[in-house]
């Protein structure tokens, strides 16, 4: 494909002027502050602006700089961080604030190497910082703008795959201008977000109509290819209200495992097939002494939720507990190590960060003054 890439990105320039999103970490005035551009790249990955917005706005207010963000306790990050969702994200971070604090003095580094040697930095969140703060003439590649360069492109392959995300990293690259990289990389992001739609596409209002393969071919519907999609998993998990002295039991996901950092009530999968056979089941019982080192007992449901998480549909049975005290170590597994487990009172589930079916469950239950 011909592309003048001096009049493409003319076209690309004068749309952007007319036609940008008005998004709140855009408003930094002459000077573009990387960490408030670093959390927006974040916060954006696997979730929508919309979702972000709110977000974007209590965090920087909490945590206005990198010291801040290095110095303040993990479980207050987290809550702020609370329904985004993908929570190694936000550990990673604050690591990286750490890192930044340690290394570079709190001042965010300009060098790309330093950029990608911080956790959680991969090569499309250190292009969009380096390009946006520091106009370094650096690509960006993210499903707005794979979306659009699969179309200008005509790419008759899964835009995942190495081969193929090769070429568009390449593409991306070529198209740049030699200044105002980060004002046009965000145009193309734009353009991919509003116009070049994953529905239907407005190829008339396009302002690169011209260059587009895609568009000449009639290809819109079917060009990016689609990725095979997971199969679904169909999963029953049970999580207990177990209260003793005024107080819940919660335990807290370690490193590595879904929800890691964040708190919940105990919580984990059953094989009984009905909500009346879920007291006697024995996989459960287990898998519940565990994760917490105590002896659970389910008693009686509360209450039943569905939800995703990735290819997992799960339906959550609430189900009151009791706790029949710790168990020997002759009785649980060698070099199994349980769960961070803390007792709290219903005041100070407000301040704990828990993942989002537990603060729901938290939220029907205050409803219900259940407590
Ligand atoms: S012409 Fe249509 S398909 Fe091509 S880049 Fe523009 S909006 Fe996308």
């Known amino acids: 494909m011909d592309i003048n890439y001096a009049i493409f990105r003319r076209r690309i320039f004068a749309w952007y002027a007319k036609h940008s999103r008005l998004l709140s970490w855009r408003n930094t005035g002459t000077t573009i502050d990387p960490y408030r551009v670093w959390v927006s790249e974040i916060m954006l990955q696997q979730t929508t602006t919309k979702t972000v917005e709110g977000y974007f706005e209590r965090f920087v207010k909490?945590?206005?700089?990198i010291a801040e963000l290095a110095?303040?306790?993990?479980?207050?990050?987290?809550?702020?961080?609370?329904?985004?969702?993908?929570?190694?994200?936000?550990?990673?971070?604050?690591?990286?604030?750490?890192?930044?604090?340690?290394?570079?003095?709190?001042?965010?580094?300009?060098?790309?190497?330093?950029?990608?040697?911080?956790?959680?930095?991969?090569?499309y969140t250190a292009g969009a910082i380096l390009s946006i703060a520091f106009d370094q003439r650096q690509p960006i590649l993210e499903a707005?703008?794979?979306?659009?360069?699969?179309?200008?492109?005509?790419?008759?392959?899964?835009?995942?795959?190495?081969?193929?995300?090769?070429?568009?990293?390449?593409?991306?690259?070529?198209?740049?201008?030699?200044?105002?990289?980060?004002?046009?990389?965000?145009?193309?992001?734009?353009?991919?977000?509003?116009?070049?739609?994953?529905?239907?596409?407005?190829?008339?209002?396009?302002?690169?109509?011209?260059?587009?393969?895609?568009?000449k071919q009639g290809l819109q519907s079917k060009i990016p290819y689609q990725k095979i999609k997971e199969k679904k998993e169909y999963r029953t998990e049970v999580a207990l209200l177990v209260r003793k002295q005024g107080k819940i039991l919660l335990i807290r996901y370690p490193e590595g495992v879904r929800w890691a950092g964040l708190w919940d009530f105990p919580r984990a999968e059953t094989d009984a097939e009905l909500p009346n056979h879920i007291a006697e089941d024995p996989k459960l019982r287990e898998r519940l002494a565990l994760m917490t080192g105590h002896r659970l007992e389910p008693e009686s449901?509360?209450?039943?939720?569905?939800?995703?998480?990735?290819?997992?549909?799960?339906?959550?049975?609430?189900?009151?507990?009791?706790?029949?005290?710790?168990?020997?170590?002759?009785?649980?597994?060698?070099?199994?190590?349980?769960?961070?487990?803390?007792?709290?009172?219903?005041?100070?589930?407000?301040?704990?960060?828990l993942n989002s079916t537990g603060r729901k469950l938290?939220?029907?239950?205050?409803?219900?003054?259940?407590?």
């Open 301 to 353: 449901l509360i209450e039943t939720i569905k939800h995703s998480v990735t290819r997992f549909r799960i339906t959550l049975l609430f189900f009151t507990g009791t706790d029949r005290g710790k168990i020997s170590l002759t009785e649980n597994i060698e070099n199994t190590k349980p769960y961070e487990l803390q007792w709290v009172t219903p005041s100070e589930l407000h301040r704990i960060p």
């Open 62 to 65: 909490r945590f206005p700089t």
């Open 362 to 371: 938290v939220q029907n239950i205050n409803q219900k003054t259940l407590w």
């Open 71 to 123: 110095a303040a306790p993990i479980d207050e990050v987290n809550r702020l961080w609370e329904g985004l969702g993908y929570y190694r994200r936000c550990v990673q971070m604050q690591r990286a604030a750490q890192e930044i604090v340690t290394r570079f003095g709190g001042v965010f580094p300009n060098r790309r190497d330093d950029v990608l040697s911080l956790p959680g930095i991969g090569r």
């Open 144 to 215: 707005n703008t794979i979306r659009l360069h699969a179309r200008l492109l005509a790419l008759r392959a899964d835009p995942t795959q190495n081969e193929a995300n090769t070429l568009l990293w390449n593409f991306a690259e070529e198209i740049l201008p030699q200044k105002n990289t980060g004002r046009f990389n965000q145009a193309l992001m734009d353009l991919g977000s509003l116009v070049c739609t994953g529905q239907e596409p407005q190829c008339i209002s396009c302002p690169v109509v011209q260059f587009c393969e895609t568009a």
